[in-house]
């Protein structure tokens, strides 16, 4: 489920709505498409996202970086790509 979320995200640079406030979203797919970086910050403000998650043969991997895994989890279910 959390792979579905990442993977409808743009590869490289795009803008999202969370929370009512526009983001900048950066993707990076590595790794044969079994790794993904996802950096997110709030345009004008300080709140930011950042994980990595990995495709291993045994399990999938979710990483936040520096933030809880629940604030990872809301922002891939609540983000909404802006055309």
Known sequence: MILDLIE????GYSEVRYNNKKYSIVKETFNDQKSFKIYAEE????????LNYYRTLSKDLL?????????????????????
Do not use: A, R
């Open 8 to 11: 409808n995200i743009p590869e």
């Open 43 to 50: 345009l004008g403000g300080q709140d930011f996202i950042s």
């Open 63 to 83: 990483k936040p970086c520096e933030m809880p895994k629940e604030k990872v989890i809301h922002f891939l279910n609540n983000y909404q790509i802006i055309p």
